[in-house]
């Protein structure tokens, strides 16, 4: 796929621009956004991602644009879970609703910052040294076992805080309340942290983590950087109103991390297969192809996706409601 350095320029400094009206809207009234606005923001978002993918049909070829469609997707279905952590951040440090979007927002310009430097690196890799796809792709098989086998919550218990945060929790010493949305005061005439700062601490540190398994997970759909960055650009655009929007649903869907390690392993397995159909490997085959290695079109992987995530979500609120009957009976 051959993109301009125009292309470039004005694709991302669209992104940037809606950003900075996000970032100028929350900071200057801090609340919870209505379930009407989350709507319209979903939509907007959505529908740029939907045309984006449409001028790519019409520029580029179906291939590049069913590529992008499926990472879009499959990024998207990553910040749901991402989402479900960020609840369980939200309750163990008890964000009052007003502050939660400022919180979120940071969240997600951290996730931009994280993947747009591992989106750098993956390309980077994948450009000089072939065999990263076999890596990659078992590095997503371990990893859907591993998400398979969590257990979906919603109690406080289930969030482990990360090195990082412990060791700001131990070494700063903090305000016992929140003081609006800073993240230092002074107080006694000592600096202090508020509990605000440890919330994006801990958001950093989760983005820096799922960073590691979204962009392989991505570079097995499409090894494009331009579809890449402009698939995770669409996927966080508006995952602060669907946070807002899905509320308890996130906990319901019990079942999503078994939908999520399927995608995973899919797609480690697709990853794979292609390391081993373009094999330059000295000691496997002889550095030859491997023959029998198929090359799985992108409307399987687009097949596979929905079907995933769609069979989690119908199976997740049907366990949800004939146990709602069970309880009423």
Known sequence: MDVSLLTWIVSLGVAAAVLVVDVAVVGRNPHVPSTAECLRYLALYVGLAVLFGAGVWLTAGGQFA??????????????????FVFLLIMTKFAVPKAYQQTALLIGIILALVFRGIFIGLG????ASFGWIFYLFGLFLVWTAVKVAREKMGDEEGDFNPPLLLRLV????????GYRGVRLTVVEGGRRLVTPMLLVLVALGATDLLFAFDSIPAIFGLTSEPYLVLMANLFALMGLRQLYFLLGGLLTRLRYLNVGLGVLLGFIGVKLVLHALHENAVPFINGGEPVAWAPELPVWVSLAVIVASLGVTTVVSLAKERREARVTTA
Request: glycine share 6%.
């Open 123 to 126: 390309a980077a890799a994948i």
């Open 169 to 176: 929790q131990r070494w700063l010493p903090a305000t016992d």
């Open 66 to 83: 069913g590529e992008f469609y499926a990472g879009w997707l499959t990024e998207y279905s990553l910040s749901i879970d991402n989402l």
